[in-house]
C-alpha cells in the first residue's frame, strides 16, 4: 500500500488541524493505520493507531494525546484522518502515517511493526 500524509500547517497553540492519509493503492480498511511524529534529534514517537475493520478498528493512543486528538478511518475515501484539537507547542513535528498488518496490541506503539510508510507533512504550533 503506497500513503501521502498530508494537511500539516502552522497554527497557534489551541488550535486545531486534520491530517489526511490517503492511499494510493492498498484498502486502507484491510490494515492496522498508525500515526507517528518525529523531531530532528529524536526518534519517531507513536501518536495513534486504529485497528482493521476486520479487527474491530480499536483506537490507541499517547497518553499526552488523549482526550485532544482523534483517529478515524474513511472507508469509501480510503483515507485515514488525526483530528488534532488543543495543540500545543510539543506537539510540533513531522507527522508519518504508517500501516502494518496483524499486529498485537503491545506493537500498536513501535514504528518497526508497521510495513507502509508515507512521506510526512509538518505540524508547527506557535505559543
Known amino acids: 500500500v503506497q500513503l501521502q500524509a498530508y494537511g500539516g500547517g502552522m497554527v497557534q497553540a489551541g488550535g486545531s488541524l486534520r491530517l489526511s492519509c490517503a492511499a494510493s493503492s492498498g484498502t486502507v480498511s484491510a490494515y492496522d493505520m498508525g500515526w507517528f511524529r518525529q523531531v530532528p534529534g529524536k526518534e519517531r514517537e507513536f501518536v495513534a493507531a486504529?485497528?482493521?475493520?476486520?479487527?474491530?478498528?480499536?483506537?490507541y493512543y499517547l497518553d499526552s494525546v488523549k482526550g485532544r486528538f482523534a483517529i478515524s478511518r474513511d472507508n469509501a475515501k480510503n483515507t485515514v484522518y488525526l483530528q488534532m484539537n488543543s495543540l500545543k507547542p510539543d506537539d510540533t513535528a513531522v507527522y508519518h502515517c504508517a500501516a502494518g498488518q496483524g499486529l498485537i496490541t503491545s506493537s500498536y506503539g513501535q514504528a518497526r511493526s508497521y510495513n507502509y510508510w508515507g512521506m510526512g507533512t509538518l505540524v508547527t504550533v506557535s505559543s
Open positions: 486504529i485497528r482493521s475493520r476486520s479487527r474491530g478498528g480499536t483506537t
